[in-house]
């Protein structure tokens, strides 16, 4: 079993700064991406941003240019510095943990984190 712990998430005025975290622990041997999604009240989850263990990224149009992903993967932990938060940045934020394997011949499994909520209000 492997759990996502996230941290980071609050209160912030428009224009401000948050960064989240997001550490994987238990029996990891490999993860091949990490990333952050959100939902908002009454809207679908959606992806914000992505790392793959290579460091290749993918992020949402409404976040390009403000938000940053980064992995360290020896610590297994993924970050998301955000800048410029805009209040539709308000949202809960879960971490995932895409093709979690085991072992090295163990199938991969998909992980979420529970969530932490952020808050874009002056």
């Known amino acids: 079993q492997v759990q996502l712990t996230e941290s980071g998430g609050g209160l912030v005025q428009p224009g401000g700064?948050?960064?989240?975290?997001?550490?994987?622990?238990?029996?990891?041997?490999?993860?091949?991406?990490?990333?952050?999604?959100?939902?908002?009240?009454?809207?679908?989850?959606?992806?914000?941003?992505?790392?793959?263990?290579?460091?290749?990224?993918?992020?949402?149009?409404?976040?390009?240019?403000?938000?940053?992903?980064s992995r360290d993967s020896a610590k297994n932990t993924a970050y998301l510095q955000m800048n410029s938060l805009k209040p539709e940045d308000t949202a809960v934020y879960y971490c995932n943990a895409a093709n979690v394997r085991a072992t090295y011949s163990s199938r991969g499994i998909d992980y979420w984190g529970k969530g932490t909520l952020v808050t874009v209000s002056s």
């Open 17 to 69: 700064s948050l960064r989240l975290s997001c550490a994987a622990s238990g029996r990891i041997h490999s993860i091949y991406a990490m990333g952050w999604y959100r939902q908002a009240p009454e809207k679908e989850r959606e992806l914000v941003a992505r790392i793959t263990g290579t460091g290749s990224t993918a992020y949402a149009d409404s976040v390009k240019g403000r938000f940053t992903i």
